[in-house]
């Protein structure tokens, strides 16, 4: 209930971003359960994400890409669930007839929210990639390495 009326609150402001963007998403003018539901777990889960991320990236802990992808994979999640239901239904809340509403509120804007977090995705494989490569490569020079001093030691013996 708290959620709804603070929701509420902040979209009747005319100079609120919400509000404005509630004219391209009816959805966002009413607090739509569906919609408070999901920025519940955005706030609150992802949100801490965010700072746990932060924190890894800055004192470059092991875990950085892991946190990086668990977050990417719930802002994705977290779009799928906010407009797969509207364009099954026909996107009766979904204002797409306005040119401006259409393409640069839903499409661009929204947009950002799927390219961002699917580039950070390639980005945490290629320096996983690169990771497991290292240590590949530092696995496979020790076992050279024991190899070598095995065939020199079987040398040594049949040199003496």
Request: charged share 20%; with cysteine.
């Amino acid at each position: 209930m708290f959620l709804t009326i603070k929701l509420s609150s902040l979209l009747s402001s005319s100079s609120s971003p919400g509000k404005e963007y509630s004219v391209a998403d009816y959805r966002w003018g009413v607090s739509d359960p569906t919609i408070v539901s999901l920025e519940i777990l955005t706030v609150f889960v992802d949100g801490s994400l965010c700072i746990l991320l932060i924190y890894a990236i800055l004192k470059n802990k092991y875990y950085r890409h892991f946190v990086q992808i668990v977050l990417c994979v719930c802002e994705l999640y977290g779009g799928w669930m906010t407009f797969a239901p509207e364009w099954l239904t026909g996107s009766p809340n979904l204002s797409t007839d306005n040119v401006i509403h259409m393409w640069l509120y839903l499409v661009f804007f929204n947009g950002l929210w799927v390219l961002i977090p699917l580039l950070l995705l390639v980005h945490s494989f290629v320096n996983m990639e690169a990771s497991n490569m290292k240590k590949d490569a530092a696995t496979n020079m020790k076992k050279d390495a024991a190899s070598n001093m095995k065939k020199d030691a079987k040398k040594g013996k049949k040199n003496k």
